[in-house]
């Protein structure tokens, strides 16, 4: 997979800011343009240090920044078709108990 736009970007300024004579914090404060807070600076530092610059892609439209796996997702698929009122506590509980997957209240 080739970086895309995003990513490029997200690695030009993560390069600028390692290249520049400030700290990462008198960077920030000093350049309003950066496209991303400090914090996800280190995020996407650590991130990059993982994976290479490839790790900083936007997966999210390729469906592979997912939470739950498909079977999890057929799961409760399957469930919610079956029964519409399904409690979504019920669900969560047998997610964590097959899947070993927590999913938050809101997900």
């Known amino acids: ?5 995003r ?10 800011i390692e290249e520049s004579p400030f700290t990462v914090v008198d960077f920030f404060e000093k350049t309003a343009a950066v ?11 650590k991130k990059a240090h993982e994976g290479g610059e ?27 078709g079956r ?4 409690s979504p506590l019920w669900l969560r509980e047998m997610l964590a108990e097959k899947y070993e997957c927590a999913l938050s209240p809101s997900g």
């Open 1 to 5: 997979m080739d970086i895309d736009d």
């Open 35 to 45: 496209p991303f807070s400090r914090p996800q600076y280190y995020r996407y530092l």
């Open 83 to 86: 029964d519409p009122h399904v």
């Open 54 to 80: 490839q790790a900083l892609c936007y997966r999210k439209h390729t469906g592979e920044n997912r939470k739950l796996s498909a079977e999890a997702e057929a799961f409760i698929a399957g469930c919610v």
């Open 7 to 16: 990513g490029q970007t997200i690695v030009a300024w993560l390069k600028r």
